[in-house]
């Protein structure tokens, strides 16, 4: 299985400021057949299901906000909320589909 | 509107058994693969089964395989996951998940709400 490694575990952020997560995978998740990270991001808010935020790495799932931005390639990723808003405020998953799905541990993302 | 509600998580005790539904609505369902994804309390994501939109492809993770089984009825608009021989470790809130898919690789883009499974004596 493909190992999902995200850092940190937690950070704290003020509002309006950005926060980074960073997500590696134990192999490249880049398809050779069509050139796509196979690479998503979740949203997890207290008491509540994850909710799709990116999926090929940076393709924005419609209605996120554009704050939330993915990037990256073959193993090395990154989730970056460009001004936090007190709504960020959850645990947020990275999850490969390259072969059986694996996600990250999560990170925590709160309030400085 | 995209939903999906899962029902017949509870208490059971090692070794037992349990059926969870996933009832959808909003979408075609028969168009639609779909997942089973389970997070132990406090814990984080651990994908569980996958069934195609015509139940024609399964996989199991390795950590329930020869004790869970998944199934479909498309008439129904209903997902099932059949548990048996639970252990302590099976203890999580499960998931169904709508998947969208390229070719063999899906992402979900709709959760439920989930249903918790607890076992213990």
């Known amino acids: 299985d493909i190992v999902m490694t995200q850092s940190p575990d937690s950070l704290a952020v003020s509002l309006g400021e950005r926060a980074t997560i960073n997500c590696k995978s134990s192999?490249?998740?880049?398809?050779?057949?069509?050139?796509?990270?196979?690479l998503a991001w979740y949203q997890q808010r207290p008491g509540q299901p994850p909710k799709l935020l990116i999926y090929?790495?940076?393709t924005r799932e419609s209605g996120v906000p554009d704050r939330f931005i993915g990037s990256g390639s073959g193993a090395d990723f990154t989730l970056t909320i460009s001004s936090l808003q007190a709504e960020d405020v959850a645990v947020y998953y990275c999850?490969?589909?390259?072969?059986?799905?694996?996600f990250g541990q999560g990170t925590k993302v709160g309030i400085k | 509107e995209v939903q999906l509600v899962e029902s017949g998580g509870g208490l059971v005790q090692p070794g037992g058994s349990l059926r969870l539904s996933c009832a959808a609505s909003?979408?075609?369902?028969?168009?639609?693969?779909i997942n089973w994804v389970r997070q132990a309390p406090g814990k984080g994501l651990e994908w569980v089964s996958y069934?195609?939109?015509?139940?024609?492809?399964?996989f199991y993770a390795d950590s329930v395989k020869g004790r869970f089984t998944i199934s479909r009825d498309n008439a129904k608009n209903s997902l099932y996951l059949q548990m048996n021989s639970l252990r302590a470790e099976d203890t999580a809130v499960y998931y169904c998940?709508?998947?969208?898919?390229?070719?063999?690789?899906?992402?979900?883009?709709?959760w439920g709400q989930g249903t918790l499974v607890t076992v213990s004596s």
């Open positions: 192999q490249s998740v880049l398809s050779s057949s069509n050139n796509k990270n196979y």
């Open positions: 999850q490969q589909h390259y072969g059986s799905p694996t």
């Open positions: 090929w790495a940076s």
């Open positions: 069934i195609s939109s015509s139940s024609d492809i399964i």
């Open positions: 998940a709508r998947n969208l898919c390229s070719g063999s690789s899906c992402y979900s883009d709709y």
């Open positions: 909003g979408f075609t369902f028969s168009s639609f693969s």
